[in-house]
């Protein structure tokens, strides 16, 4: 049988990886000279960084399998961290006392917040838990901050809003409670049975070395082919199987998995009236970007924790999460990571850069020690994806099935219900679509 994969994201290399395993030769075709799609390793001021930097979660458990599987260890490549919040209003460590203990207890310990709100956020919680972790298709996340009387209060502010931002990129009004619920109770929420949920896994590589780089080389050595610079212009219909069209290449394969961004999924799509349905709901997705500001320090400098929150660039723009990239090999750098769409967009590069620069400056520390004079700003690159992830609203229509016709499948983030992109909800999307076409063997 031959397997066509279209796109080397994390949703791609998972599929070939697990197709690869089965004994099949999946051919992955990227547009791309790299593997990786929207997380991946990029060379700037003569360091491997990141094209955003991202935070990875103990709940990701198909990527930290298909790591391991893949011969790279989880605990080499990421530094694991109980959950803490660190900024300028609010300070929250979640303590080492089993699930949900260490919720509750982490909400009522939190230094910043008051005891009102502390237990109307326990009681939120509680009430989440009895639902399922579920919330009505409409909600927003603003709209159940209000209900449970936790807006404008600091735990809104400096735990929902930036947990919101990171998971789903999409401003609170618009964000999907229903998404954000789920998130909660595959972290927060997950017990007993999945310990270290919550805790952080900060790349202590950059993440093309983290897994596209390791994924690609595995694939190839396991009978399969991920070819890079090859862009899929069509899919169509031939005889039994499909016809693929390159630039310059036409391919035929038993089956295909479509593995690319929604964005682009479109107008690879063939004519098929489930496609058709398909094309309908992506027409009505947005999409929101993400900006990575990496701020170049002396070597010796660095943050207070590995990672921070700091107030907005401008009053209106939403918690930036700040990263200390010296445990990625990177002394002196910093990643500022913005979610969504706002005001900062407008400010130019040099601009952000200083204000968030100014606003990280309490959390600074030189040689161990808090930084008391100004840190000098030696270089400064702002990488925007301007379509990071799909906008996670409420009411969005997610795919209800993955196999649109014999042999034809749907991979990818978005793929993944009712999740918000994610790296894990790429990777088990990629392996649901393996599952598939070894299914249609
Ligand atoms: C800046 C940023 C920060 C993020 N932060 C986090 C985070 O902290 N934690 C987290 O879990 N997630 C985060 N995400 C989301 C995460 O990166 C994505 O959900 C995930 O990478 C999506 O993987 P994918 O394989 O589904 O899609 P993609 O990565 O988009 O992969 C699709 C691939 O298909 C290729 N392709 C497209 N069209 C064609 C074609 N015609 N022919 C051949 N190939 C094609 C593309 O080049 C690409 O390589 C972040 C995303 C960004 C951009």
């Not at 049988?1 to 599929?15: Q, S, Y």
């Not at 051919?27 to 990141?50: F, I, K, M, Y």
């Not at 935070?55 to 399998?65: E, H, K, R, S, V």
């Not at 899919?235 to 039994?240: S, V």
């Amino acid at each position: 049988m031959t397997v066509a994969v279209i796109g080397a994201g994390w949703a791609g290399l998972a599929c070939a990886i697990d197709l690869a395993a089965a004994g099949e030769r999946p051919l992955v075709l990227e547009s791309a000279r790299q593997p990786g799609g929207r997380a991946r390793g990029v060379e700037l001021n003569g360091q491997t960084l990141d094209n955003g930097q991202h935070l990875l979660i103990g709940a990701y458990t198909d990527t930290l399998d298909l790591m391991r599987r893949i011969g790279v260890d989880p605990k080499t490549v990421l530094r694991r961290h109980r959950l803490f919040v660190a900024s300028p209003e609010l300070r929250l460590a979640l303590p080492a006392l089993p699930p949900p203990l260490d919720v509750a207890a982490g909400l009522l310990l939190a230094r910043g917040a008051g005891w009102g709100e502390k237990f109307r956020a326990v009681r939120a919680m509680k009430t989440l838990e009895a639902a399922g972790w579920s919330a009505p298709p409409q909600q927003t996340v603003a709209g159940w901050l209000a209900a449970t009387g936790l807006a404008g209060s600091v735990l809104a502010r400096r735990l929902y809003a930036p947990l919101c931002l990171a998971a789903l990129n999409t401003p609170l009004e618009a964000a999907s409670m229903a998404v954000f619920a789920r998130v909660l109770g595959d972290s927060l929420g997950a017990g007993a049975n999945a310990p270290g949920a919550t805790d952080y896994l900060v790349a202590a590589t950059d993440l093309s070395t983290l897994f596209p780089a390791p994924a690609a080389t595995w694939v190839a050595t396991h009978g399969g082919e991920v070819r890079t610079s090859a862009r899929v212009r069509a899919i169509a219909r031939q005889g039994q199987g499909w016809q693929i069209r390159l630039d310059d290449a036409a391919i035929t394969a038993d089956q295909v998995v479509l593995a690319v961004a929604p964005q682009h999924a479109a107008a690879l799509l063939p004519d098929l009236p489930a496609a058709q349905e398909i094309r309908q709901q992506l027409a009505t997705y947005r999409y929101e970007p993400i900006a990575t500001v990496y701020l170049g320090l002396p070597a010796d400098t660095g943050l207070s924790r590995p990672i921070v929150q700091i107030d907005g660039p401008s009053a209106d723009d939403a918690p930036v999460w700040v990263f200390d990239r010296a445990p990625l090999g990177n002394p002196g750098v910093l990643a500022c990571v913005i979610s969504a769409s706002g005001p900062w967009q407008t400010l130019s590069e040099a601009e952000l850069a200083q204000r968030l620069l100014e606003k990280a400056r309490p959390f600074l520390i030189s040689k161990g020690v808090p930084s008391n004079s100004a840190p000098i700003l030696a270089w400064q690159r702002r990488i925007v994806e301007t379509r990071a992830t799909f906008a996670a609203t409420a009411g969005l229509p997610r795919p209800e099935r993955i196999t649109l016709a014999p042999g034809l499948h749907l991979a990818g983030d978005w793929t993944w219900a009712p999740w918000p992109a994610t790296l894990e909800g790429a990777v088990r999307s990629g392996r649901r679509a393996a599952r598939a076409v070894l299914a249609n063997h």
